[in-house]
């Protein structure tokens, strides 16, 4: 349950993650990260027997090899990273083995494996949700609950727990299940319009529009410039969410007063979702931004590179994707291409808070019916991603945002992050934006609601075309999903 303390907590930069050390069967953790050894004794059930056990400070064992297979998604970040931090973890643990599954197609492969029902064959670890999401899995008691992890030590700062080094906002905001939660994420993509800084200047558009009116203002100056204000990929239309979507949702409930029900209502499929107030206007405005022809005319036909490159060359000035966009488009950006951010303001006036999505990315989550040790091996790697070299490498080679607040703190390595990072970063601070990452927190695998979103799917580059208006299909979706929350409750 959300209540108004919540917003005090989440109204900073980035997201939060994880940390070090597991604890051995019932043991603690002393905090540091040295293979020391230590002893433990084993087979004190047999009299006589007095074996020894050579652990690290960790409590782990030294001596026993273990096997993690990890189920990589292949996105906008690629795998350098990943790679460079395994590469430590395994330098420091060597009785560690790493054997990694990537792909860019890695939902369907997890599909594939959970489908079969064999324990041995699934991953320890992977780093994306299953197609149809975590909630079903969690509830069945396939995924391993990672509460604990907030409390571990880092893996560099051991006199520091996670929670103490970790952006402000995303441990409220991850996912809670039956009380639980079973998710880590060790990056974020923020979302909203990136564009070409030079090309702003060079036209003299504003950066920074503060409230939807001086946005409106915005588009108009650019499209009497020639120039289509806003694309996205509509092969991959939910793609309009980066900048349009949910959060939006959230900014006009904080305005109207009532976000802590909202999001509760959001995360339960409390009714109604398609056809609340703050719904029908986020989708009442965009499509009249469509009607106005904000949008790229070529729209329709857009896979996601293709719309980036669209502002990359100068047809578009800004694409709503997340910040993974300079990355992913790295082989076709020029040398001297700098990328800017902004939020799309629902506001009427600064007092009132811009929400910022959080597309947290590099999931990972751990199987349940993998053994003990594997699942505490498995929470030293994703601890292992969060110290301070690891989150400036991934910031550095693969644009993505860091977790930990002092890696910002310190201003030789914040100058080191990309672009989009840093301008993400720069805007959310000086906005003073709330960032949040809309999750649910219950399943529905009624069919009502798979066409309630597929018709929504199908409908969207219509309403960014000005072709349809919103308002008729919200409610046949509505329909749907009262059939399917109705379905649910038998």
Known sequence: MFNGKMKRFMSTGVAALLSLTMLAGCGGNSGKNEANPSTTPAGSDKPGVSAEVETYENGLPKNEEVTLKVGFFVGGYGREWFDYAVESFTAKYPNVKIDITASADMKTILSTKISAGNDNDMFDLFNTEPSGGIVGLAEAGKLEPMDDIWDFPLPDVPDKKVKDLMMPGMYESTPLINGKRYEFTTASSFGGLFFNKKLFEEHGWNQNPNTWDEFKTLLADIKADGIAPITFPGIHPSYHNWAFGTAKNFELADINGHVDEFIENYRTYGLPQYTNPETVETWTRFYELGKLGYFAEGLPALNHTQSQMQVIQGQAAMVSTGTHVENEMKEATPADFDWGFMAVPFRDNTDQTLWIRSGTSNFNYIWAAKPELNKKWAKELIAWLVTLENQQFA????????????????????????????????????????????????NISDPNLAQAEKLMNENIVKFAMGMQDPKPILEQAEELLKKAVEAEKK
Do not use: C
């Open 395 to 442: 910031a550095e080679k693969a644009g993505a945002l860091p977790m930990r607040k002092d890696l910002m703190e310190d201003p030789s390595r914040a100058a080191n992050l990309s672009s989009s990072a840093q301008s993400v970063l720069k805007y959310i601070a000086d906005n003073k934006a709330q960032t949040f990452k809309a999750s649910r927190s219950i």
